[in-house]
């Protein structure tokens, strides 16, 4: 009885994508692609958009190269506020420098134009790891930085 109670108070979506393939691209040249196995979108009591299977985004330089990628488990975008969160083993790949950032968590304010995290960040390139408090990039994820630094660990194998 109580999972019937649960299902009637949940509002249905507005609207469901299921697999979702979306490209952006700006004069001609693909900027971004996101990859998505379920996207539901509500617009009470506060229109958002919810990636519940996940979310997958691929940055691109203007040769078309991937600069950048985003994974995450789980997401939700908040309309009004140009506000997206990603959650649930979030893996960011700078291939530029070839460092891998595992995050527990990360919020892209679109206004501010950028992305961070205030929570354990590991990065690891190569053999190198290193830890931090935090995490924060431009928006368009060409600036990664890792916050407040505590050290970092070379691996011999």
Request: negative net charge; aromatic residues 8%; without cysteine.
């Amino acid at each position: 009885m109580t999972d019937i109670e649960r299902f009637a108070r949940q509002t249905p979506p507005d609207q469901e994508i299921t697999a979702a393939h979306i490209r952006r691209s700006e004069l001609g040249k693909l900027q971004m692609e996101m990859e998505s196995p379920l996207v539901r979108q509500y617009k009470q009591p506060e229109a958002k958009t919810i990636y519940p299977q996940g979310v997958d985004l691929m940055f691109y330089n203007n040769d078309r190269t991937p600069r950048t990628s985003l994974h995450a488990n789980k997401a939700v975008t908040f309309d009004d506020r140009h506000i997206m969160q990603g959650s649930d083993s979030v893996v960011v790949i700078d291939y530029s420098n070839g460092d891998t950032v595992y995050l527990e968590d990360i919020v892209w304010r679109q206004d501010d134009d950028i992305i961070f995290s205030n929570h354990t960040v590991r990065a690891v390139n190569g053999n190198r790891v290193t830890y931090g408090d935090g995490f924060s990039s431009d928006a368009k994820m060409t600036n990664l930085r890792i916050v407040r630094q505590r050290g970092t660990i070379e691996i011999n194998e």
